[in-house]
């Protein structure tokens, strides 16, 4: 690990770089953007900074997504003005955040605009007594500040021109993703840029730059210096995104698993069968969620975990086993880093408990109706349906639909058993 000096020999060199280089400046005619293809709200906050004689540069990944040829979902706005001026300028804006502020401009629907001051990296030596998170700066040393290059990029509403300080556009024209400044200083700053730079990748399906790709080798293990929530925030972020399996992918391949999900992501490095399932399990995730279906939290976690569950599940089938205590103690054994919520946990297992069920039925024809009335059996279900179908049946409950259909006598009935006393029909 570099020593502090080091890193602030480091940090001063960029900061020169910084001070030193000159923008790529693509004027209107030498880009795809056009104000018809921006949002109208977003719009709206940038031409008032601008009449209101404020710089307005739509930024990060708007900017990156028009260029790739996506669209957008957020629109972020960099601007000179300061969160007191941009409250000022909209009534509805609202000021977030306890280090950092940002403005919120609110519209309908609950859409929400973000407007953010630029900002420069702290110098230590100077700012020892103000707040590093509110250092306030120009556009090039804002651009500087962020992650990696393709998020680097300005969209000028003075000018309709992009603005490129990070040589984000010729990475954009590589389809790669690049680190901005030294890997291994930016790295050690704040390792989840590990993390963020797999993210965009998988996403926009990009090779990694040289220095950015052979540097994650060498520091991947301070991941697991960070923050078990915060991981968990990230984390958050791609079980919806619809680029799941792709993200685990890289993920495993760069050996960043064990470091996150701590014996799990072990398990996955060694079993080469249960990695390829979880990968198959996570595409019919992304399906759905690319195709608007809507799944509660515990539900995509449950995804995520089967294969290591199901390998728990199998060792401990003798009967009468407390499969919820089993998991439970197996999940606080993992010594993973990112931190999965008690709640959510337990969720979790209940839900999966309900799938080992269900499968097991499948096979003997044998089910217990009786589980139908525990919270998590609707979500198991569906669970249940993902991992056999790759997809959720139609109909309330896609498990009982899938099991009549097997389990069908000339009366329509799913088999079962009869009490040898009552002669009544038990469906097992």
Same mark, same amino acid.
Not at 82 to 93: S, T
Not at 123 to 133: F, G, L, Q, V
């Given at each position: 690990m570099k020593t502090t000096a080091s890193l602030e020999k480091k940090r001063k060199i960029e900061k020169m770089k910084i001070e030193t280089r000159a923008p790529v400046v693509l004027d209107r005619a030498h880009h795809p953007i056009s104000r018809k293809k921006i949002d109208t709200d977003a719009l709206k906050v940038l031409y008032r900074l601008h009449r209101h004689g404020f710089k307005a540069y739509l930024v990060g990944g708007a900017v990156r997504d028009y260029l790739l040829e996506k669209t957008p979902k957020d629109f972020d706005i960099a601007t000179d003005a300061?969160?007191?001026? =941009?409250?000022? @300028?909209? !009534?509805?804006?609202f000021l977030v955040g306890r280090r950092f502020r940002l403005a919120h401009i609110r519209f309908k629907?609950?859409?929400i605009i973000e407007v953010a001051t630029f900002r420069r990296e702290p110098?230590?030596?100077?700012?020892?007594?103000?707040?590093?998170?509110n250092t306030f700066g120009t556009p090039h040393e804002d651009a500087f500040r962020r992650d990696i290059t393709i998020n680097g990029l300005f969209y000028d509403i003075a000018t309709f021109s992009i603005i490129d300080y990070v040589g984000g556009l010729d990475d =954009?024209?590589? @389809?790669? !993703?690049?680190?901005?400044?030294?890997?291994?200083n930016r790295y050690t700053e704040d390792p989840v840029r590990i993390w963020r730079v797999l993210r965009h990748a998988a996403r926009s399906n990009l090779t990694l730059e040289e220095g950015t790709e052979s540097t994650i080798f060498s520091h991947r293990h301070l991941v697991a210096t960070c923050s078990g929530a915060r991981l968990f925030e990230e984390l958050n972020k791609d079980m919806h995104s619809g680029f799941t399996g792709p993200l685990m992918g890289l993920m495993h391949h760069y050996g960043i698993l064990p470091f996150i999900l701590g014996d799990i992501g072990s398990f996955f490095e060694a079993d080469s069968d249960s990695f390829t399932r979880l990968l198959s399990l996570l595409s019919a995730l992304d399906a759905s969620a690319n195709a608007g279906g809507v799944l509660s939290q515990h539900e995509r976690y449950s995804l995520l975990f089967w294969p290591w569950v199901k390998q728990i599940l199998s060792d401990c089938n003798q009967r009468g086993a407390d499969k919820i205590k089993i998991l439970n103690d197996a999940f606080i054994n993992t010594h993973m880093?990112?931190?999965?919520?008690?709640?959510?946990?337990?969720?979790?297992?209940?839900?999966?408990?309900?799938?080992d069920y269900m499968l097991k039925a499948m096979e003997t024809g044998r089910m217990?109706?009786?589980?139908?009335?525990?919270?998590?059996y609707p979500d198991a279900s569906r669970v249940y349906s993902l991992i056999v179908?790759?997809?959720?049946?139609?109909?309330r409950d896609p498990f009982e639909k899938s099991f009549r259909r097997k389990y069908r006598t000339r009366t329509g009935r799913p088999r079962?058993?009869?009490n040898k006393k009552t002669n009544k029909r038990i469906d097992r």
């Open positions: 300061r969160p007191g001026q =941009i409250k000022k @300028l909209f !009534a509805n804006a629907g609950g859409k110098d230590p030596a100077e700012d020892e007594r103000k707040d590093s998170n =954009i024209a590589r @389809l790669r !993703a690049r680190i901005i400044g030294d890997p291994a880093t990112v931190v999965v919520p008690k709640a959510l946990r337990s969720n979790i297992i209940q839900t999966l408990i309900i799938v217990r109706w009786s589980l139908k009335k525990r919270a998590r179908n790759g997809h959720i049946l139609e109909g079962g058993g009869r």
